[in-house]
Each structure stands twice: as structure tokens, then as C-alpha cells.
């Protein structure tokens, strides 16, 4: 009886212990479990936060492409995936991220990737330049520069809708963040500038194309020093002359008959550098003047560091002129218009010719010099 009794409370005690380990395996299990869901969770988000912020310009520039009408819109939204938990991860990444703008760069040489697409956004579609503020666009969102706008009478090219007065703030906004390389790049720039900037420097960039300096045509032709120097050898048949001193004789059968026009251009090899003396005639008011100058093939700063004299005469008498050759950067007509160089008035060339006055002959000599 007693052996009964002492068994049955054996078994008992057995029975609650073996409960409470089944409990606390159970339990066990469940917080395991409950850990690695909160944890996978927590990756999950933080991976989402970190391709978040990596293809946040991305993002936006699908956004920014919408247009309120247009067929984008509609395209864009229904390729955006729908909302999860993960969109709430995408907002708080984007309030907790810098206020600072990231500077998106076109050029490979700073190891970031080009994004021609979102360069051929911001060219004009109907004249091909760079749009800058304020970048129109129509109702279906299809944007041309303000140069256009008023060249298409108001009317979007595209769809023939009415412009308006709608501007695309969006793509304002790109630009704002877009720094590109100067158009000049394969001429030797290798500057890179914000997208806004770019432009004011590429209208003085020292490594942009220099005009044809030939003055008796209208030339078209532009390129770097060397090419120039070949194509006025070439095609304009220019006297090309080395030294740094020169004489030279004009002749003209009809001095009466003067019209805007050069009569003579003559380039000279000195100091490794190419300047070009022009002579010609014309008027001021309704005066006949002959005006010989120089010019320099290069850039203004360098041109500043030359100086030249001209001379002309005849019978006891002579006209000298010293200055500072231009820039070819100037062309031909500001330099004759501002009378930066030897004028001689027609009474006294005819007076330096002799004879009857019914021939022009002037001697034009001169030198070139270096400013130490």
C-alpha cells in the first residue's frame, strides 16, 4: 500500500516536470522565432533604406519626368510597384537624408556614370541647345527653350497644343544638380562646371574655335591657330612672311573709288607667333580714309604682350602709329570701327603718293616687338 502511494506520487511529480519542459522548449522556440522574423525585418529595411538612398536621383528623375496629360504619366505610375511597408522606409530615408543637393556629374574621367539620357532632356527639341531657366512646356509635357517658345508662335511643335505659360520646375530642378564638362573638352578643356555656369564659360573658354580673320569674305570657317594659318594659306592665298619687320607697298589705280572693302591681308611668322596686318579702305561719315592694324592669333592675354609701330610717308613728311595688336577674338570690323591703328586720311595719302593724285601709291613699314 505504501509502495502504491510512493509510486503514484513518483509518477506525478514526473509527469509536471516533463509539462514545464515541454513549456519552456515551446516558449524557447517561439522567442527564437520571433527573434529572427524582427531581425529579418530589420535587414530587410535597412538594405531597402540603403538602395533607397543609393538610387534616389534615379527615383526622382522618374518622377520628374511625368507631365500632368501626357502618356509618361500614366507609364511611370503604373510601373511603380504598389504600396508596401517598405514605401513608409523610402519617406523616412528622405527626411533623414542631407538637405544638401547632390551634384550629379556626366563625366566618366570622375568615375561617375554618364547619364545622356537625362542630358538629352534638357536640349532643346527644336533647336538642339541647352534649355535654361525658364524651360517651357506644353500641356502633354513636351518642354522647348524660351528662344523657341516665341519662334513657334506659342504653339508646342510636337502637339500642336497652345504653350502657354506653363514652366517645367521639374527639370529645372535637374539641371540645378547636373555638372558636365565644357563643350570644348576635345580641344584640350577639362573643366568641369555646374550645369547652369557651363555656359557664361564656354562663351569665353580659351580653348573655343577661333573665327577665320580673313576680312574681304564672309568666312565660316573656324578651328585652332594651325588650321587657320593653313586655310588662309590655302584657300585665301595669303601672303605668309617670317620675321618681324616688313615693308610694304599698296597700290590702287582709282583711289576715288573707295569702298568698304580690305585690299590687302598679309600674315607674319614672328616669335613662333602669327599676327596679321590688314590694310584697307573706307569711310567715317561721309570721309575716305585708308586704316592699316595688326592683329595677333591667339588669345587677348597674349596679345598684350606684343607691341608694334607703323609708319607711312613721303616728301619730308610721315604718319607713325604704335600700339598693342588685338585679338583675332575681335573681329576685323570692331577693330576698324573703334580706329585702333594708322588712319591716314585720303587728301593726305594722295599728297604721300605724289604725281597728279590719280594713282595711290603708299610704303607701309612697321616691326613687331616683345614687352619685357
Not at 516665341?150 to 497652345?162: E, I, L, Q
Request: with cysteine; proline share 5%; glycine share 8%.
Amino acid at each position: 500500500m505504501v509502495k502504491t502511494h510512493l509510486f503514484s506520487a513518483f509518477s506525478t511529480t514526473t509527469l509536471t516536470s516533463r509539462l514545464l519542459l515541454l513549456t519552456l522548449v515551446f516558449s524557447f522556440f517561439i522567442l527564437v522565432s520571433f527573434v529572427f522574423d524582427f531581425g529579418e525585418s530589420i535587414t530587410i529595411k535597412f538594405r531597402f533604406l540603403l538602395l533607397a538612398k543609393r538610387n534616389r536621383f534615379q527615383f526622382r528623375v522618374g518622377l520628374k519626368k511625368m507631365a500632368p496629360g501626357g502618356g509618361a504619366f500614366r507609364e511611370d505610375v503604373d510601373s511603380l510597384p504598389k504600396a508596401t511597408n517598405y514605401d513608409i522606409a523610402i519617406v523616412k530615408a528622405e527626411k533623414s537624408s542631407s538637405s544638401v543637393k547632390p551634384k550629379i556629374g556626366l563625366s566618366e574621367k570622375h568615375g561617375i556614370s554618364s547619364m545622356n539620357g537625362v542630358h538629352e532632356l534638357l536640349q532643346c527639341p527644336v533647336c538642339g541647345s541647352s534649355m535654361y531657366p525658364p524651360i517651357h512646356q506644353c500641356p502633354n509635357g513636351h518642354t522647348l527653350c524660351a528662344n523657341c517658345k516665341v519662334r513657334v508662335h506659342n504653339s508646342c511643335p510636337t502637339c500642336r497644343f497652345d504653350l502657354g505659360d506653363i514652366r517645367c520646375l521639374a527639370l529645372e530642378r535637374v539641371a540645378e544638380s547636373l555638372e558636365l564638362p565644357c563643350q570644348y573638352q576635345g580641344l584640350g578643356c577639362h573643366d568641369i562646371f555646374p550645369y547652369y555656369s557651363k555656359l557664361k564659360h564656354e562663351q569665353n573658354c580659351r580653348f573655343r574655335p577661333y573665327n577665320c580673320p580673313y576680312a574681304g569674305s564672309e568666312c565660316s570657317i573656324t578651328g585652332d591657330i594651325p588650321t587657320l594659318v593653313a586655310h588662309l594659306k590655302d584657300e585665301h592665298k595669303v601672303d605668309m612672311h617670317d620675321g618681324c619687320t616688313f615693308n610694304h607697298r599698296y597700290v590702287k589705280s582709282n583711289p576715288h573709288e573707295v569702298e568698304n572693302a580690305t585690299w590687302m591681308l598679309t600674315v607674319f611668322n614672328c616669335y613662333g607667333k602669327q599676327f596679321c596686318l590688314h590694310f584697307e579702305a573706307f569711310q567715317i561719315g561721309m570721309a575716305p580714309v585708308y586704316m592699316a592694324f595688326l592683329r595677333f592669333m591667339g588669345e587677348d592675354s597674349e596679345a598684350r604682350k606684343y607691341s608694334y609701330a607703323l609708319e607711312v610717308g613721303g616728301y619730308g613728311r610721315k604718319l607713325t602709329w604704335q600700339g598693342v595688336p588685338r585679338s583675332i577674338r575681335d573681329s576685323h570690323k570692331k577693330v576698324r570701327d573703334s580706329q585702333d591703328g594708322l588712319i591716314i586720311p585720303r587728301a593726305l595719302a594722295l599728297f604721300f603718293s605724289g604725281g597728279d593724285g590719280q594713282e595711290l601709291k603708299l610704303r607701309v613699314t612697321g616691326r613687331i616687338w616683345k614687352e619685357l
